[in-house]
């Protein structure tokens, strides 16, 4: 991919900004979170030129925005953030990308590094066991009749009810792991077919499970609010999405949506922005879709975070009330919601769409537990799986300039297939087991392409997003033992 050579006028250290007369047609300009030497790396590649792209889509407010974790993505960046109006403006399957609801789940537990390192092997193994992964895989959870519609509908509740979790994890999950308008009936059948098998798996990629320690505590007012209590406290991390059901819920939408747009006389520079009205039946029928292939997922993370427990208790020989292992927060990172803000004065409803960004609402807001009144949202940022990951909050500078919104991770510096030419997967777990990281892995492949050098790294990455104000850093924490598909 040739490198970007379009206009790009510094703001200050931590913002650039792409101006509206760099292309004939754009409607804001483009905001970039960035530092000078991650520009150098950004527009290695044409990111930025999707930034304004963005910018073209009817009813986008304010400005496109770009994460300091920004790379090449399906019509919208990675790490892009936008907001149309409901009145009159947009929704794009591209903006929320093939895995709806990729998120990323946190549990702590009571237990420290000297409980936990001795049986490392051990507890890798159990968790590898207990939680399927990899292409394909399928869960242990047999879906039957209509139980797919009652997932779709529910989300993280219906996991609750069957013995998968604990009530309180519900009030400690965005959108209490139900996002309200999911219309099963706007999923596909093959969408559905390919999600009934997968319920409780964690797929391939860069998903992953993440044992940790806590590594450096920086605010400790709002980490004790999280049960983040000191150095070398392990915490257990999940990532994952809504596997092959999300998938198909994009593909099929976007083919839907490039129709749509002849019939609404929609023309932007990329179909891969393809798009329709917020208010139309082909937009009302993708968000009802979308939703549930979000609540899906929730469910997903909530079945993989009870076998976690599972797993722990059974290896440590400890009860789950004397482990802890309660939920921190679990936050997506790839959706659109229909949220208010307030734009130059007003208050406007506005349909935003973050694709591998995080939500970042600050202390107060009514959409966050009562436990996190006065923190503000937890956000959580993984790294790659030999370096850090952070636990932050959102800001109200977020509300202001992102929407309520930052970062989601560090980053690809590398596709997976550039990856795999300069790595060996054998090298990657060599390397990795020297640094005290037990890896459990399903192919050799799969670790090259997910290899630390194929990332930002993310503590530059969470630097930027809390130098300029848009989350701030709560804790850092760094892996022992990381599962991948």
């Not at 949220?339 to 970042?360: D, I, M, P």
Request: net charge neutral; glycine share 12%; proline share 5%.
């Amino acid at each position: 991919m040739s490198p970007w050579n379009g206009p790009l006028e510094k703001i200050d250290d931590y913002r650039w900004r792409i101006p509206r007369s760099y292309k004939q047609g754009m409607r804001v300009p483009g905001i970039i979170y960035a530092d000078a030497d991650m520009v150098k790396q950004i527009c290695q590649e044409q990111a930025l030129e999707q930034v304004a792209n963005v910018a073209f889509l009817p009813g986008i407010v304010d400005c496109s925005l770009a994460m300091p974790d920004i790379h090449w993505g399906y019509g919208f960046p990675i790490g892009g953030v936008a907001a149309m109006r409901v009145d009159d403006g947009v929704v794009s399957p591209g903006g929320v990308g093939f895995d709806i609801n990729c998120g990323v789940r946190l549990l702590r537990t009571n237990l420290m590094q000297d409980e936990v390192i001795p049986k490392m092997k051990a507890l890798m193994d159990a968790l590898y066991n207990n939680v399927p992964s990899g292409v394909g895989s399928k869960g242990r959870i047999r879906l039957k009749g209509g139980d797919i519609n009652e997932v779709l509908r529910k989300g993280s509740r219906w996991a609750v009810e069957r013995g998968y979790g604990r009530p309180e994890d519900l009030e400690h999950t965005e959108e209490n792991g139900e996002m309200g308008g999911a219309d099963p009936s706007k999923v596909s059948g093959r969408a559905k077919e390919r999600g009934t098998p997968q319920m409780g798996t964690l797929g391939s990629g860069n998903h992953f499970l993440e044992v940790a320690l806590v590594d450096e505590i920086y605010e400790a007012d709002a980490a004790k609010a999280m049960g983040i209590d000191e150095a070398g406290q392990v915490m257990l991390y999940v990532h994952c999405g809504s596997r092959g059901l999300g998938h198909q819920v994009a593909d099929d939408y976007i083919k839907e949506m490039v129709r749509a747009m002849t019939k609404y006389g929609i023309d932007l520079p990329d179909r891969q922005l393809a798009c329709s009205p917020v208010n139309s039946p082909e937009g009302q029928a993708y968000l009802g879709a979308m939703r549930c292939a979000a609540n899906y997922a929730w469910a997903n993370r909530q079945c993989i975070a009870h076998w976690v427990r599972e797993a722990f208790c059974r290896v440590l020989g400890v009860k789950e009330a004397d482990a802890g292992l309660e939920l921190i927060y679990d936050v997506a990172h790839n959706i659109a919601k229909i949220e208010e803000h307030q734009v130059n004065g007003r208050n406007l409803k506005l349909c935003v769409h973050r694709k591998g960004a995080t939500r970042a609402f600050p202390a107060g807001h009514p959409e966050i537990p009562p436990k996190y009144a006065h923190i503000g949202q937890p956000v959580l940022i993984p790294g790659d799986m030999g370096r850090f990951s952070y636990v932050l909050v959102g800001t109200e500078q977020a509300m202001k300039e992102t929407f309520g919104s930052t970062c989601h991770g560090a980053g690809r510096l590398q596709s997976r297939s550039a990856a795999k030419r300069h790595l060996s997967g054998r090298d990657v777990l060599e390397s990795l087991q020297s640094r005290g990281i037990t890896v459990r892995a399903g192919s050799l492949a799969g670790l090259a392409e997910e290899a630390p050098e194929a990332y930002k790294d993310v503590s530059s990455v969470v630097g930027v997003a809390h130098n300029a104000g848009i989350s701030k850093r709560v804790a850092r924490t760094r892996p022992i033992g990381v599962i991948k598909g």
